[in-house]
């Protein structure tokens, strides 16, 4: 265990060097286009928050939870055998998978997360922008049930953060599918279609390691040759200031939470899917000025740059 995680703190250097030399390979050799703003904008998100958020702002909204959790647990499962390992791997990737999926249809989670879908291209320095409130979010909960059955916290987010760093090779578009494997594993061709904005196949293919989830909870899409994949939000974020990309989405949510008419709405604005908007009954006529209604109208439903919704075309928001 202590191996894994010294090889977990060097990690990080030997990604972005292997990301520095795809940018170099795909710009000087085969003379494609590479946006270097934006592998310096997710350069410095990744190092700030593993130098300065992680290290000086480390609070986590879930730790109570998880130490109760482990205080109260069922069982106690040693991890000396082949097995108990086995499901470790397989119990994190499903924990991944709902951490995912909520990321992408619960605002409050989408905030954070909406970071790592804001590149517009898909390369392995996109891998490595994931925002610098992740912790606040508590997005730990999603691993306390595991916890809860007798998995040693430190090992569970070990396993997380080794599902993480498989996840570096799937950011590319030059690794075509791979045969077989595109039946049991996340592949570069599956998270391609994550991570494309397109509406047929957006909020697709959660899976970490495995794809298998996806087959069995009905969020699997295939990459088709017919329909080349859009990157991005749905909404393009062209900004590649680090400081915009970290928080734009959060900015929008506190603005639709200032426009909340009840507690109701507010409460919706923070657990219902990015798109969500509150229902405008027709208004009298107002001020021609006015940007947000159309006289006589009900008020429209307005995109946020972060639209992204399950495949259709009026949305908002690794």
């Not at 085969?30 to 300065?52: H, P, T, V």
């Not at 970490?208 to 080349?228: S, W």
């Not at 109701?264 to 006015?290: G, H, T």
């Amino acid at each position: 265990m202590r191996q894994l995680v010294q090889m977990l703190q060097f990690a990080l250097p030997v990604v972005i060097a292997i990301a520095t030399l795809e940018g170099f390979v795909l710009a000087v050799v085969m003379r494609r286009s590479y946006n270097w703003r934006a592998y310096f904008a997710s350069l410095a998100d990744a190092l700030g928050r593993q130098y300065i958020i992680l290290t000086f702002l480390s609070l986590s909204l879930a730790a109570p939870a998880i130490g109760f959790a482990w205080s109260h647990r069922l069982f106690t499962v040693p991890l000396d055998t082949v097995v108990a390992v086995a499901v470790l791997v397989i119990g994190q990737d499903f924990s991944y998978y709902w951490f995912h999926r909520c990321s992408h249809r619960v605002r409050w989670f989408w905030a954070t997360h909406a970071v790592h879908h804001s590149s517009n291209e898909l390369n392995f320095a996109a891998a490595y922008r994931f925002g610098w409130t992740g912790r606040l979010t508590g997005v730990g909960i999603f691993y306390v049930p595991m916890i809860w059955l007798g998995f040693e916290p430190g090992p569970v987010f070990i396993a997380s953060a080794l599902g993480l760093l498989y996840q570096f090779w799937l950011h590319t578009e030059w690794i075509p599918k791979l045969g077989w494997l595109e039946y049991l594993l996340n592949t570069p061709s599956h998270h391609r279609v994550h991570h494309a904005a397109n509406p047929e196949y957006i909020d697709r293919n959660y899976g970490g390691i495995f794809i298998v989830f996806d087959r069995l909870f009905g969020t699997f899409a295939v990459e088709r040759d017919d329909l080349p994949c859009r990157y991005g939000l749905v909404t393009p974020l062209r900004s590649n200031n680090p400081i915009i990309i970290a928080f734009h989405e959060w900015a929008a949510l506190a603005r639709d939470l200032w426009r909340a008419r009840s507690w109701r709405e507010r409460l919706a604005c923070l657990i219902a899917p990015p798109n969500w908007r509150p229902a405008r009954p027709s208004v009298a006529p107002l001020a021609a000025d006015d940007p947000d209604h159309a006289v006589g109208t009900a008020a429209p439903r307005r995109e946020t740059a972060t639209a992204r919704i399950e495949g259709k075309p009026a949305r908002a928001g690794p």
